[in-house]
């Protein structure tokens, strides 16, 4: 199952528990909290929403410090029920009868067993239908998504992405927001970001480059927009990921049993 997994800074050793969990038990496991600055309000609980609401990811699993707010900024999107749950039982029922599609934690409440069952039991059972009121058919939404994937590094005009449904750009403008939550150019400027931070975090890719390679006519419109949703500038944004890279790569090694050492040195 693909799973999109966040949390805020509180909860940043736990989600890393629970996602290697995940690995192991052979799920596709993104972290959303990677495309957002680890201060930024209840940002993450969006993401995890958003990358279900594009079918990145089929289920989303919040830990937080602030289930509240989370929970509040997951459901702001259209089509994503998240709700909090403390025993397997609920998030069983949540699934299967409510079609709750984003399982928030409560860190002050969290044990790693206990977790674990409630974790294992909300991804054992079968999803409810989530039926979206109002906005572009689910189809036609998918359909803008994956053009706004696909043409990251081109101009993405909103008449453009009218003509992609086949719609006027005001009916257009309008039925996104009710599905998104956002408007379309404000969707288009997030992707372009989120893709930056992908190769940022991947390499030294002059800024200039990564600016072009994401649909951005000039470097400072780039870091104009990045520092507005992401927090920081994108020099800071690579420094601080790929600062914490050797640190990760470090913990893994930590974390593993001889067997596995031995058979990496093999």
């Known amino acids: 199952m693909r799973i999109a997994i966040g949390s805020d800074q509180a909860g940043q050793a736990a989600k890393e528990q629970i996602a290697a969990k995940l690995v192991e038990a052979g799920h596709e496991v993104t972290d959303a909290t990677s495309a957002v600055q680890p201060h930024s309000s209840a940002d993450y609980a969006e993401q995890v929403a958003m990358l279900v609401l ?137 992707q372009r970001v989120e893709r930056a931070q992908e190769i940022l975090r991947e390499g030294e890719t002059p800024l200039a480059e990564v600016a072009t390679h994401v649909g951005f006519e000039t470097q400072s419109h780039f870091t104009s927009v990045f520092r507005r949703l992401a927090g920081v500038t994108p020099k800071h944004y690579r420094e601080v990921h790929q600062a914490a890279a050797p640190m990760d790569t470090l913990a893994q090694d930590l974390n593993q049993t001889p067997q596995q050492k031995s058979a990496r040195a093999a």
Not at 65 to 82: L, T
Not at 175 to 185: A, D, E, N, R, V
């Open 54 to 190: 594009r079918h990145n990811a089929e289920r989303g699993i919040i830990i937080t410090s602030r289930v509240v707010g989370a929970s509040v900024a997951a459901n702001r999107v259209p089509g994503i029920r998240a709700a909090a749950c403390h025993d397997a039982y609920s998030a069983a029922i949540g699934a299967k009868a409510e079609g709750m599609n984003v399982l928030v934690l409560a860190l002050h409440s969290l044990e790693q067993d206990r977790a674990q069952e409630v974790v294992d039991a909300y991804l054992g059972a079968t999803l409810a239908p989530v039926e979206v009121v109002g906005g572009l058919p689910p189809r036609r939404l998918q359909r803008v998504f994956s053009h706004v994937r696909e043409n990251i590094t081109q101009e993405l005009a909103v008449a453009d992405l009218a003509q992609v449904v086949g719609m006027s750009q005001y009916y257009f403008s309008k039925l996104f927001k009710l599905s998104t939550g956002t408007t379309p150019h404000q969707y288009v400027m997030r």
